[in-house]
């Protein structure tokens, strides 16, 4: 079985640019996390979904930041604009359901480069 | 703030010793706790995991330990292997939060060398 996907693997970009990434969560899974990693902050929950609708979007840092999941196969991170301190690994990861016994499936992850 | 902490960024031991990687939490209401492992270039996987109802769990070479007073939890790895080398995570959940939601920590990088 696939995974989860995100794409793309690597973006550079120049600030005030409006950034794209995108994920397809394992098929079946209900819930779908987007996290982004740094060194100072570590691996932090931006926002999650349950059944395509977003549930907790209190990590998202700011206004310029924004997820949207319209349908159960495909969700994207937009961030516009995007700015250097921007610069991290973003991750998608997605489970079958909302139980917190249950394992996340995280993707490989975009490598966001903000110049 | 950070609720879940790994103090030490980084930890290097001889293939077939143990590695023992800790973390640290805040938030009293945690009572579910897992270990992620990160590869380079790939998304972190899930290793294993602990009720707070427990004090320790063990799966094949990894062992967790949770002491609930001290608000601490091991990783055990032993023997280590040069293919433990990755990033670990620390992540907990607690009965009150929003289904789903984990806390992570900044990781600990391991080292296993030959």
């Known amino acids: 079985d696939a995974g989860v996907i995100q794409s793309p693997r690597h973006e550079v970009t120049e600030m005030g640019q409006e950034v794209t990434l995108r994920c397809k969560p394992i098929s079946g899974h209900d819930y779908l996390f987007w996290y982004r990693q740094t060194m100072m902050r570590g691996l932090e929950l931006l926002i999650y979904?349950?059944?395509?609708?977003?549930?907790?979007d209190s990590g998202m840092p700011e206004d310029r930041f924004s997820a949207k999941m319209p349908n159960a196969s495909f969700s994207t991170l937009k961030i516009q604009p995007s700015e250097p301190r921007d610069s991290a690994v973003y991750f998608c990861?997605?489970?079958?359901?909302?139980?917190?016994?249950?394992?996340?499936?995280f993707g490989p992850g975009t490598r966001l480069t903000v110049l | 703030d950070q609720q879940v902490k790994q103090n030490s960024p980084s930890l290097s031991v001889q293939e077939g010793r143990i590695s023992i990687l800790n973390c640290d939490y805040t938030?009293?209401?945690?009572?579910?706790f897992l270990w992620y492992k990160k590869y380079p270039a790939e998304g972190p996987t899930f290793l294993i995991s602990i009720s707070s109802i427990k004090d320790k769990n063990e799966d094949g070479r990894f062992t967790v330990f949770l002491n609930k007073s001290a608000k601490h939890l091991s990783l055990h790895i032993v023997p280590s292997q040069p293919g433990d080398s990755a990033v670990y995570f620390c992540?907990?959940?607690?009965?009150?939060?929003?289904?789903?939601?984990?806390?992570f920590g900044r990781g600990t990088q391991l080292t296993v060398w030959p």
């Open positions: 992540a907990a959940s607690h009965r009150g939060s929003t289904l789903g939601r984990l806390y």
């Open positions: 979904f349950n059944n395509n609708v977003p549930i907790d």
């Open positions: 990861a997605s489970s079958s359901s909302g139980k917190r016994t249950d394992t996340q499936y």
């Open positions: 938030n009293s209401m945690f009572d579910y």
